[in-house]
């Protein structure tokens, strides 16, 4: 009888160091694939980074400044073919800042080029009579704060402070198509029109093109 009892008993503590054994490894398993799981995009909008920096002709801007209003920041560099064609081929940014400027809408661009200096700056402001600042960031706070890659690339921030869409002007870089076929698209002009009918932004995000920004090493 105590020989059955003892058999029973060490069954018992078997079974239960078995079946702990088991769950700890379930639950070790479990933890393992959650933390393999690609995140989630929730398509929550990022909130642009504050910033103040210098125009070319000594004044401070600050994006808080503008607060509530849609703002346009384009990273501009003046030796980069591909801004130097949106002023010298077309008028594109200029066309733009002053057709969104009666809606109230903000264009500022911005120079993350590390030697690129005030004079020129201000130079090329007068030469394609530019209305809007160029802000200096040679230091590239500014620009990697956003992640800035590319000259010229576009972020439009809404009234809330939020980037509703960031990457390239248009999908023509030199003003040839990138897409077979299709008609030339200006990415930010469809996403201000957009903003100002109190529409979602169709697309929010682009691959941007042109040339790299010289960061500060």
Same mark, same amino acid.
């Given at each position: 009888?105590?020989? %059955?009892?003892?058999?029973?008993?060490?069954?018992?503590?078997?079974?239960?160091?078995?079946?702990?054994?088991?769950?700890? !490894?379930?639950?070790?398993?479990? #933890? !393992? !694939?959650? $933390?393999?799981?690609?995140?989630?995009?929730?398509?929550?909008?990022?909130?642009?980074?504050?910033?103040?920096?210098?125009?070319?002709?000594?004044?401070?801007?600050?994006?808080?400044?503008?607060?509530?209003?849609?703002? @346009?920041?384009?990273?501009?560099?003046?030796?980069?073919?591909?801004?130097?064609?949106?002023?010298?081929?077309?008028?594109?940014?200029?066309?733009?800042?002053?057709?969104? #400027? !009666?809606?109230? @809408?903000?264009?500022?661009?911005?120079?993350?080029?590390?030697?690129?200096?005030?004079?020129?700056?201000?130079?090329?402001?007068?030469?394609?009579?530019?209305?809007?600042?160029?802000?200096?960031?040679?230091?590239?706070?500014?620009?990697?704060?956003?992640?800035?890659?590319? %000259?010229?690339?576009?972020?439009?921030?809404?009234?809330?402070?939020?980037?509703?869409?960031?990457?390239?002007?248009?999908?023509?870089?030199?003003?040839?198509?990138?897409?077979?076929?299709? $008609?030339?698209?200006?990415? @930010?002009?469809?996403?201000?029109? $957009?903003?100002?009918?109190?529409?979602?932004?169709?697309?929010?995000?682009?691959?941007?093109?042109?040339?790299?920004?010289?960061?500060?090493?």
């Amino acid at each position: 009888m105590r020989k %059955t009892y003892l058999i029973i008993l060490l069954a018992s503590l078997v079974m239960v160091f078995t079946t702990g054994c088991k769950k700890k !490894a379930d639950e070790q398993s479990q #933890s !393992a !694939a959650e $933390e393999q799981m690609p995140s989630v995009e929730t398509g929550e909008l990022k909130t642009a980074p504050d910033f103040a920096l210098k125009n070319y002709d000594g004044n401070e801007v600050k994006l808080s400044d503008y607060k509530g209003k849609i703002v @346009v920041l384009e990273w501009f560099n003046y030796e980069c073919p591909f801004c130097k064609y949106h002023y010298d081929d077309t008028t594109t940014m200029i066309d733009m800042a002053k057709k969104y #400027s !009666a809606h109230g @809408v903000v264009w500022l661009a911005i120079n993350s080029t590390a030697h690129q200096t005030t004079e020129l700056n201000q130079e090329f402001a007068q030469t394609h009579n530019i209305a809007f600042p160029i802000l200096d960031d040679r230091s590239g706070e500014v620009g990697h704060k956003y992640g800035a890659t590319n %000259t010229p690339q576009m972020f439009v921030i809404n009234k809330e402070g939020k980037i509703a869409y960031e990457g390239a002007i248009d999908n023509a870089p030199l003003g040839k198509i990138l897409d077979d076929g299709k $008609e030339e698209i200006n990415y @930010v002009a469809n996403a201000l029109d $957009e903003l100002l009918a109190g529409k979602e932004i169709s697309v929010s995000k682009t691959k941007p093109y042109g040339c790299t920004v010289k960061y500060a090493q």
